[in-house]
């Protein structure tokens, strides 16, 4: 029962949510409506047919009493016939008569009683009980006539009609009947006028109720139709305000995309001033050292041998800063870019890492004329720059596949070797320089993953965004 009622109410609130209270309100009243229409109009029409049904029988009663008043005068015609002709035909039609007489004073009984309710009929009671000992009466002195008249005693029976008691109550039976008729045709009139204002009622009822019931239905659908609009505009409006937000959402991604790039393009150009400053002075530094030391190579070369042996091993010491310098100069900022451009510098940094490593390369580019913008070429670099050191470091491979291709709006890096692979699911982030070079794809937009199993390599594919332009601030 318990979860019945939960259930109920659960559909309540659902029905609520959909359509609103008034509308469920309007609704309600419409079900009431409906309900009590057909409750009382079931009644309605139950009690116009008891009316009919009273007014039938009150009409059989009206005609049974007429047909009573026959009976009695064709009883009492027969008698006077038998009377003076003593023909015994009379007999025969005043038996039928009495027997009529006797059987409509029990038809008119039993259907005054049968009408409902019967206490409204006391009147019409007594005034039949009174024609009904009229009737009785009336048969009692033709019999007596009658009786005399077959004995033999035709005096007799003319002295029993001579009197007047047969007179009387054949007048007493004719006024009853008339009263009779009279009070049952008043209640015939009574049940008349109830039955047609009960009639008036039902059509009204039947004309009322379908009109109350479709005005509260037009109430419910321009309800419905108001809500509804209102929802309309409530989601146009919830409809704006996100594709405003989303419109938002992407000038901000695009702003930071933006800020990422300057940010990268800000860390490139420190690269390319402290390469810049290494190149000059450092190099200058080491370069006056170098030949600073060859001049006093030369000059002790004789006299010192020992000591200038040792100077040509620092010498070489200094040959060597001079190359490590020129390395990180080129890994800080490659000067190729600047002089040859992105892509025979890109070309350049493939071909000596294959050279040193000895691997056998397979390699597609783009044209040289495609134009990349400055900030996502140095990307790029970065990032097969990145992957060719961790191959060389980490993957002992033999082949290496590199191929670039470009669109209008994208730039896609992949890079397979064939060496050792790595566990990507026990794999240190910051291992290998993975993570940087994801999150400096990420930053400005782009696309980063990498594929690996032990043994099989390692697949690296980027793909950068041509669309992204440094802000104006």
């Known amino acids: 029962m318990r979860k019945f009622l939960e259930l109920l109410f659960t559909k309540f609130d659902q029905l609520f949510d959909i359509f609103g209270g008034r509308n469920i309100g309007l609704l ?31 009409n059989r009663i009206v005609q049974e009493v007429s047909q009573l008043r026959g009976h009695i005068y064709k009883a009492e015609s027969a008698q006077r016939g038998y009377l003076l002709t003593h023909s015994k035909d009379y007999l025969l039609f005043y038996d039928v008569g009495v027997e009529d007489a006797k ?7 039993s259907e005054l009683l049968a009408i409902s309710p019967a206490a409204a009929y006391k009147n019409e009671q007594a005034i039949l009980g009174k024609l009904s000992a009229d009737v009785g009466a009336k048969i009692s002195e033709m019999d007596v006539t009658l009786e005399f008249a077959t004995n033999g005693k035709v005096a007799d029976a003319k002295k029993v009609v001579k009197l007047d008691s ?29 039955r047609n204002v009960t009639r008036a009622v039902i059509r009204t009822s039947v004309i009322a109720g379908p009109i109350i019931l479709i005005f509260l239905v037009v109430m419910v659908i321009k309800q419905l139709l108001k809500e509804l609009s209102d929802k309309a505009a409530l989601q146009q409006r919830l409809s704006d305000e996100n594709q405003r937000h989303e419109t938002h959402a992407i000038e901000q991604s695009k702003l930071l995309r933006s800020l ?74 490659p000067s190729m870019i600047s002089s040859f451009g992105f892509w025979p510098a890109l070309r350049s940094l493939i071909d ?29 670099y970065r990032i097969v720059q990145e992957t060719l050191n961790n191959c060389n470091k980490y993957a002992k491979a033999t082949a290496l596949s590199i191929h670039m291709i470009s ?58 965004p041509l669309d992204v332009k440094a802000s104006d601030s």
């Open 28 to 58: 309600g009243v419409s079900l009431i409506v409906t309900i009590f229409s057909l409750f009382f109009n079931e009644n309605w029409l139950h009690d116009a047919t008891e009316k009919s049904n009273q007014i039938a029988q009150l």
């Open 103 to 109: 059987k409509s004073v029990q038809t008119i009984q």
């Open 166 to 194: 047969g007179l009387i109550q054949m007048n007493s039976i004719s006024l009853n009947t008339e009263e009779l008729q009279a009070a049952l045709r008043d209640k015939l009139k009574s049940v008349y006028q109830a």
């Open 260 to 333: 990422a790039l300057d940010y990268q393009a800000d860390v490139e150009r420190e690269r390319y001033k402290l390469a810049r400053e290494l190149h000059d002075e450092l190099g200058s530094i080491l370069t006056a050292s170098k030949m600073d030391i060859s001049w006093v190579i030369k000059s002790i070369g004789k006299t010192h041998p020992e000591v200038a042996e040792k100077l040509k091993k620092t010498n070489t010491y200094l040959d060597q800063g001079i190359n490590f310098k020129r390395q990180v100069v080129q890994e800080l900022h």
């Open 352 to 380: 000596d890492a294959v050279e040193r490593n000895k691997w056998e390369l397979t390699i597609t580019l783009p044209d040289e004329s495609t134009q990349i913008n400055e900030t996502i070429s140095l990307v790029a």
């Open 407 to 464: 669109d209008d709006k994208h730039l896609k890096i992949e890079i397979q070797d064939n060496g050792v692979g790595l566990d990507l699911d026990n794999l240190d982030t910051k291992t290998h320089g993975l993570s940087g070079m994801r999150h400096r794809v990420l930053a400005i937009g782009g696309h980063f993953e990498v594929a690996s199993t032990v043994g099989n390599g390692l697949f690296t594919r980027a793909i950068l």
